[in-house]
């Protein structure tokens, strides 16, 4: 089994935290760029060969500058040359100001089945100094509109951590969400990564970043609020109601095999990682030349084993020893520190499996660190 997720390397306009690769003048090569993507599929088809695809997963940029003809192109290709899982589930992820009526019904009518809305904050200031090209009336018109389309699998995308919020204003956004009665809330700390325009802002004075312990109150109100409505923390970042986890993401956090296409766009193949140029210009340079646009390394025993760590201990199903000593037999020094996070109630076995508590998974990261080899 396997997925595919598909880059689409364009936006509207820069968000001002973003570091994801995109590209905001793009009309002259926007055809071009889609009929390459096309061809990289074609290009990569062995790998995937004997491989059912359960998901096809559309990010970005911002998949929902697309048309429905240049959508349904992805799907009819992997469908032409993949076999593909007859309750197959396909993602968009898309922006609200991209959502209408006739929209929706024309992704329904390609297949979509979920709606992933970058929806980001309830907050007209917040969402004007993040340079959102949507407002908050139109996020939630947006998901009343897909609501009435039919669609039942809807995720929407929240950041905490802002400068200026407080836990008033964090649980306001919550309840709003949580009203909206979606099956699924993706909820990210706001990062400050370099190169972003976030970043200069902050390097001038201009915003005042939010402190760690804000941040970590933030999280502990997320977390009691969304239990609370009924969802369930599946992954540190991922609340969802039951049968409503995302089967593509859930995919990367089991280790399962996926293949990204398009610039910038990250592979796995249970033994290697690959990952596509992150230039538009480029990607379709070396295309055009026969030469595949990406880089590829195989993953020592130690790679897997950290990372087996870094993400099992992110999720609700943990991390398994079994899996874990089939890839370097586990030391006294490891189980000692296994048994010290017990007793500090951060973490729990389950079926061989340590999973962390929602005490634990405020350090998640942290605690896979200190148990890497
Ligand atoms: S956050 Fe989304 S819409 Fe905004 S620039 Fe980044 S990829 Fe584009």
Redesign the pocket.
Known sequence: MAGIYIHIPF?KQ??TY?D?H?STSFDSYRIKMLDWMLHELELRKSELKNELIETIYFG???PSLLTQEEISSFIQKIRKIHSVCVNVEITLEA?PDDIGEESVSSWKKVGVNRLSI?LQSFDDEDLSWMNRAHNSAESLKAVQIAQNAGIINISIDLIYGLPNMNAQRWEKQLEIAIQLNVSHISAYCLTIEEKTVLYKLVQNKKIIPSENEIQAIHFEILQNKLKKAGFIQYEISNFAKENFYSKHNSSYWKGEKYQGIGPSAHSFDRKSRSWNIANNHQYISRLSENILPLDKEELSSKDLFNEMLLIGLRTIWGVSFEKLADIKPLTENFTSKVNQLILEEKAQIKNNCMILNPKGMLFADAIAQDLFI
């Open positions: 936006c820069k968000c973003c994801f995109f970005g940029g911002t922006n970058g």
